[in-house]
DNA sequence: GGGTGATAGATGCAAATGCATCTAAATTGG
DNA sequence: CCAATTTAGATGCATTTGCATCTATCACCC
């Protein structure tokens, strides 16, 4: 009885993972074939966001990592790249030599605002017919749950 | 006024997206750590998967390239390494000499149900931990009917 | 039925990715 | 205070990815 109770609820968080994933994956596709992608990959873009939203103006390169799906070696070559394109500016972190201090640039910052505009209306017009309200504020509820527990243990 | 409720509805969508996002990215990146994924990358057990639930264990490359977060060309490749690999089997599909039939060979079976075994302990162990029955459930039901929506208009 | 356009996959090629490894800076332990 | 370990990020190299394009089959329509 308990080994079934066991059983279904791993059952039951086995199926909570494929749902969210194909969800994922569903507005994904969407989004990437939307207007906003055609000027920057939505990779790149994340990275740019990611800056934009920062307090400080500046993030280091493994915080930055914890938050991008990339591994670490790709990460540096893609900030490499966006430093190539002017968009993002590198520092030596001042209290760790090892450290690298990233943020964006003026035009790093305009191109983020410019496509973070039209990528909000892609995601407006992908969710907003699909969940009321109530049901996106409650889904924000739960995904932010279930981050926290990832990034607490 | 009405201009301000639709502001802060685009906003609640965007915010909703970013949540879900950010909770596929955290909980992705410990499964991609966790042990499951030592003998076979995320995207080609993704496919194995894929060709397991399908009913009647064969499925056309294109229905395959909707599940699956992967160019057309991208997938074309990855399936003709898991073939060569003896994971998958192709054939022309009966009906449209175009089309391209995969299913998994007793090979891939085998391996899909072995990394299956334990990516699904990866999942429960990631969350079982961070979400109630209750809440699971609720999410399954959000995240369903947001892709449902996607997939339909 | 034959031409016209659409659709399914494959392929050449340049760019991006990840693994393993390397260097340099910081932390730890004696 | 120095050797040993750990950590941050960069780099060589093989693999994977996506874009553009190509071929082959199918669907449409006059």
Chains 1, 2 share one sequence.
Not at 9 to 26: G, H, I, N, Y
Not at 59 to 64: G, I, V
Request: hydrophobic share 40%; glycine share 6%; aromatic share 4%.
């Amino acid at each position: 009885m308990a080994a079934v109770q066991q059983e279904s609820a791993t059952r039951l968080a086995a199926d909570t993972w494929e749902s969210l994933f194909r969800a994922q994956v569903a507005v994904m596709r969407k989004l990437q074939a939307g207007a906003a992608f055609k000027s920057i990959p939505l990779n790149e873009y994340d990275v740019l966001f990611t800056l934009s939203q920062c307090p400080s103006g500046w993030l280091r390169l493994n915080e930055l990592n914890d938050q991008i799906l990339l591994s670490q070696s790709s990460l540096s070559r893609m900030v490499e790249r966006l430093e190539k394109r002017g968009l993002v500016e590198r520092t030596t972190a001042p209290e760790d030599g090892r450290g690298v201090l990233l943020s964006l640039t003026e035009a790093g910052r305009a191109l983020q605002r410019e496509v973070g505009l039209s990528h909000v209306r892609d995601i407006a017009g992908i969710v907003k017919p699909a969940l009321t309200p109530a049901e996106q504020r409650e889904l924000i509820r739960l995904t932010d749950k279930l981050r926290d527990s990832v990034r607490t243990r």
